[in-house]
Nanobody, 116 residues
Framework: QMTLVESGGGLVQPGGSLRLSCVASGSAFRISYMKWYRQAPGKQRDLVASISPGGTYTNYADSVKGRFTISRDNAKNTVYLQMNSLKPEDTAVYYC?????????WGQGTQVTVSS
């Protein structure tokens, strides 16, 4: 069993930055593929970024490449999403996701609003 708790969302002006954190419970974190998704109102939930268990491999949606960085600290059971040069179209609820073998886990989400 794994519980994921996101934090770090909020209101930011266009061009600003935010760093999201997702803290996981349990020892399965270090063997889990971690991902960040986002869902804007009326739209489907889309994959934003992913990172391998050891942190070696990362992948990004085209819309965030060069602006967002995913990272993880296995000693702290935490995955991060550094978001720079934010745009209004980045406004969404951001969800943390863990693929731990045969089981998947979701966090409750954190709201990010980019607006002047």
């Amino acid at each position: 069993q794994m519980t994921l708790v996101e934090s770090g969302g909020g209101l930011v002006q266009p061009g600003g930055s935010l760093r999201l954190s997702c803290v996981a419970s349990g020892s399965a974190f270090r063997i889990s593929y971690m991902k960040w998704y986002r869902q804007a109102p009326g739209k489907q939930r889309d994959l934003v970024a992913s990172i391998s268990p050891g942190g070696t491999y990362t992948n990004y949606a085209d819309s965030v490449k060069g602006r967002f960085t995913i990272s993880r600290d296995n000693a702290k059971n935490t995955v991060y999403l550094q978001m720079n040069s934010l745009k209004p179209e980045d406004t969404a609820v951001y969800y943390c996701f863990a693929a731990a073998g045969a089981l998947d886990y979701w966090g409750q989400g954190t709201q990010v609003t980019v607006s002047s």
